[in-house]
């Protein structure tokens, strides 16, 4: 299985601010994601980040909101912008390996709180 | 639109105990289905299911597929309290726009006593 990293690990920032997420893999991926986890709630898909082009966002969710970036097959970021208390969540990133088995992983995760 | 549903959303036993966790599914172009344990924050990945009848086993943990009555279950024998946690299963989208875009159940929380 893949072995992924994502920076920060936890951040408490104030609303109006911007921060972002880093995903990273130690191999070639074909499809990363990026959920988010409110509290008490299940994973709800953000979008399918693209290699090359822009990302897929899911219903719900925009890119001026949650501009995303993969410059290539083991990296992407994910940006939360003008954050609101809202916006507190977990936030993950997954990947699907080359073979594209459906094997699906998550990153550790990212906890944001918004004050 | 795919929809997955766990059960029980919580079970509370104590160490020793044999637990079966439920997972029923409707989704289109169905593929495979996958379960998770989620302590912290990420979920781990424990299972991938795509073939009925085959049990998949992983020491004290053990999974089913039923693709004719469109279910799953999670065995977990000799409980400990570090079984403790939030399983989740789901199904990736198998076609479409939101291709490889998992679709989870609600969760079932187990607590495992001392």
């Known amino acids: 299985s893949a072995v992924i990293s994502q920076k920060p690990s936890r951040d408490i920032c104030q609303r109006g601010t911007s921060l972002t997420i880093q995903c990273q893999v130690d191999?070639?991926?074909?499809?990363m994601f990026w959920y988010r986890q409110q509290p008490g709630q299940s994973l709800t898909l953000i979008a399918t980040?693209?290699?090359?082009?822009?990302?897929?966002?899911e219903s719900g969710f925009v890119i001026d909101k949650f501009p995303i970036s993969r410059p290539n097959l083991t990296f992407s970021t994910l940006t939360v912008s003008n954050m609101s208390p809202e916006d507190s969540s977990i936030y993950l990133c997954?990947?699907?390996?080359?073979?594209?088995?459906?094997?699906?992983?998550f990153g550790p995760g990212t906890r944001l709180t918004v004050t | 639109e795919d929809k997955v549903v766990q059960s029980p959303l919580s079970l509370v036993v104590h160490e020793g105990d044999t637990v079966t966790l439920n997972c029923s599914y409707e989704?289109?172009?169905?593929?495979?289905l996958l379960w998770y344990k989620q302590e912290k924050k990420a979920p781990t990945f424990l299972f991938m299911l795509?073939?009925?009848?085959i049990e998949k086993k992983s020491g004290r943990l053990s999974s089913i597929l039923d693709k004719k009555e469109l279910f799953s279950i999670l065995n977990i024998t000799a409980t400990q309290t570090g079984d403790s946690a939030v399983y989740l299963c789901a199904t990736p989208n198998a076609g479409g726009t939101s291709y490889g875009k998992l679709t989870f159940g609600q969760g079932t929380i187990l607590t495992v006593h001392p």
């Open positions: 191999s070639q991926v074909t499809m």
């Open positions: 795509t073939s009925s009848g």
């Open positions: 980040a693209n290699q090359g082009s822009e990302a897929t966002y």
């Open positions: 989704v289109t172009n169905f593929r495979s």
């Open positions: 997954s990947v699907v390996g080359l073979a594209g088995d459906y094997e699906q992983y």
